[in-house]
């Protein structure tokens, strides 16, 4: 059953950006009065050029127009594009200690925090900003194989040794490789078509676009014949099959919570990114050699579209939020549903998820107000956190980002 899930995943594995007023974390979202828009993102362009920008601001010309774009140079940097007295300003934004700025001296949590900030006074920059550039249409990460190349992304294959499949993927194998005489997994695509073409494309440009320890991150692409992404080496293999392979004899208290905190780290970037990864669990985190854990698989951006009854593959369901499953709402909250799930797997040493209950009957238990019990020595307070993760009413479930603060504070004491 639980291969019939993973091999179900198709779009399932895709993040979203979540662009809805009120499906912002609340950490993005104290005052959503302060932008005076219905999109607080609406200055955000996703992955566009220096020229491409300049270009925008140049058509319209009134001081103070910005726009603010990711940083094809800096993957998880974003710059900041001002037009002022004739002339674009780029300014970059460094992400850094989970923080950004501009100046080393201002640090902001998020990007409407810091574009709020010098709404109100240039602070150094050419001028204060005034008007947003709105982005047209939805789209937030275009995929162009030029971007990939002037983006410094691709890898030819004569630099790549390619070694043995090491996993099945939804596109193709994964197989081990060396790329610059380090240990790399490959995700090769199996069909080219089109459209499978398109959608390892995007799930690469997602990656260029996010950096964290707790990310698996991508190293570049080739775009030959057939489309490789070349993704750092996770030697243990998924998170559930670690779990299940050396269980309660071997796996420590201090491992659990490790495993959970981190997850959870790379979770709070994402929402702070106003990202949601919609495919959260164990068998989607990866642990490397040094038993660090880290978020992969993250799919598709911007299918805000998406609809599972065209997409015909069946459903994560044991790992769905309730509104996620219902009315296809992905957010950070129905993140931190599976992340409850996942949290229990971790816990139960990678049991299925609703052991005794028959997959057809899960949502209706769910729905009739069930929540799985404790697994077996869980610590009170994970098993605290699991059952506000799976809160009915996703505004009551908790951020990552309290969430974090909670599993480094029991991370502190556990031995
Ligand atoms: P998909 O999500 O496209 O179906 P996955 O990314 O889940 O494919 O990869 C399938 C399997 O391949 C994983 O369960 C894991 O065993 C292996 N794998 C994937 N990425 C890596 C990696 N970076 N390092 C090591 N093994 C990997
Ligand atoms: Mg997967």
């Known amino acids: ?16 950006l979540l662009t809805s007023l009120s499906s912002l974390p609340t950490s993005m979202n104290q005052n959503p009065e ?35 774009r990711e940083s094809i140079h800096y993957p998880g940097d974003y710059t900041l594009s001002v037009y002022h007295k004739n002339k674009v300003e ?20 998020n990007l409407p925090g810091l574009v709020e900030h010098y709404t109100k006074d240039a602070d150094g920059l050419c001028t204060k900003l005034i008007t947003p550039l709105p982005k047209q249409g939805g789209n937030f990460f275009s995929v162009s194989p030029e971007e990939f190349a002037s983006g410094g992304w691709t890898i030819s294959l004569a630099d790549l040794i390619i070694g043995e499949p090491i996993g099945k993927g939804e596109f193709g194998d994964v197989l081990k490789g060396l790329y610059k005489g380090k240990p790399v997994a490959i995700k090769k695509l199996k069909d080219d078509n089109g459209a499978a073409r398109d959608q390892l494309l995007q799930e690469a440009s997602l990656m260029t676009s996010v950096r964290h320890p707790n990310l698996v991150s991508l190293l570049g692409i080739v775009q030959e014949e057939t489309i490789y992404l070349v993704l750092e080496f996770m030697g243990k293999g998924s998170l559930v099959e670690y779990l299940r392979s050396r269980g309660r004899s071997v796996i420590t208290k201090k491992d659990q919570i490790n495993f959970a905190t981190d997850t959870c780290s790379a979770m709070a970037y994402l929402e702070d990114r106003q990202l949601a990864h919609r495919d959260l669990a164990a068998r989607n985190v990866l642990v490397n050699d040094e038993d660090t854990a880290k978020v992969s698989d993250f799919g598709l951006a911007n299918r805000i579209d998406y609809n599972p009854a065209q997409v ?65 020595g869980c610590p009170p307070e994970i098993y605290t956190i699991m059952t ?7 505004e ?3 951020t990552f980002k309290i969430v974090l603060q909670k599993l480094h504070d029991l991370q502190a004491v556990t031995v």
């Open 312 to 376: 015909g593959g069946k459903l994560p369901i044991k790992w769905m939020a309730p509104e996620a499953l219902k009315d296809n709402k992905f957010t950070s909250k129905s993140d931190m549903w599976s992340f409850g799930i996942l949290l229990w797997e971790i816990y139960s040493f990678g049991r299925v998820p609703y052991p005794r209950i028959p997959l057809a009957d899960v949502v209706m238990h769910v729905e009739r107000g069930y929540r799985m019990e404790a697994p077996e």
């Open 396 to 398: 009551k479930r908790p």
């Open 388 to 394: 506000e993760a799976w809160n009915g009413d996703p």
């Open 90 to 109: 780029h300014y970059r934004i460094i992400y850094s200690k989970n923080k950004l700025t501009i100046d080393e001296e201002g640090f902001f949590d």
């Open 34 to 68: 302060r932008t005076g828009s219905q999109c607080l993102l609406r200055w955000f362009h996703g992955k566009i050029d220096r020229r491409k920008s300049e270009k925008l601001l140049l058509d319209i010309k009134t001081n103070g127009l910005f726009l603010v």
């Open 1 to 16: 059953m639980f291969r019939n899930e993973k091999k179900s995943r198709f779009v399932l594995c895709q993040m979203l």
